[in-house]
């Protein structure tokens, strides 16, 4: 990402993120640490587990209702089975649904406001650029980006996308 060295480091015992930023020259005048993306290889493991589990504990589930027709209630047939199962296909959840996400406040961390955080192997951060657009979605006219201006607040951006429909539940408006 937007730092002035990118690529892969090795790390040794204790060493924290901000080291690594520091190693790798700091952040770009581009770089967005309000946006960077910090991704550890034991939370992905963990997160994948817990997924697998979870899809084990409904199919069991599903199983037992199938068979649990009691006197005057009708069990579930196949067709219906088969429905629920297709749900949770597949042994293993899928690798691109698991994130291994930590979230951190990278600004925090290089001002040093608040605690580091230990490498461990496999952690990866990645520090896009500073956006210079505002995408602005769901009920509103027209869906649209604009050019960011620091003058402007998120219902300045509704407005420029037509304002919000009828369907819109103004009271969950939220920024990404």
């Given at each position: 990402g937007e730092v002035l060295f990118p690529g892969i480091y090795p790390i040794s015992e204790y060493q924290t993120l901000g080291d690594l930023i520091r190693r790798a020259g700091g952040l770009t005048e581009f770089g967005s640490a309000k946006a960077a993306f910090f991704q550890r290889a034991s939370l992905k493991e963990a997160e994948e587990e817990?997924?697998?589990?979870?899809?084990?504990?409904l199919r069991r589930k599903i199983l037992l209702s199938s068979q649990s027709g009691g006197l005057g209630q009708a069990s579930l047939d196949s067709d219906s089975i088969?429905?629920?199962?297709?749900?949770?296909?597949?042994?293993?959840?899928?690798?691109?649904?698991?994130?291994?996400?930590?979230?951190?406040?990278?600004?925090?961390i290089i001002k040093g406001d608040?605690?580091?955080?230990?490498?461990?192997?496999?952690?990866?951060?990645?520090?896009?650029?500073?956006?210079?657009?505002v995408t602005v979605i769901g009920e509103v006219f027209v869906s649209n980006s604009h050019i960011y201006e620091r003058n402007l607040a998120i219902e300045d951006y509704i407005g420029l996308s037509g304002g919000i429909t009828s369907f819109a539940d103004d009271t969950s408006i939220y920024l990404i």
């Open positions: 817990r997924l697998s589990s979870a899809k084990n504990e088969n429905q629920l199962t297709s749900l949770v296909t597949g042994d293993t959840p899928d690798k691109k649904d698991t994130l291994g996400r930590l979230v951190i406040d990278l600004e925090a608040i605690n580091d955080i230990i490498l461990e192997d496999g952690d990866s951060i990645v520090i896009p650029k500073i956006k210079q657009s």
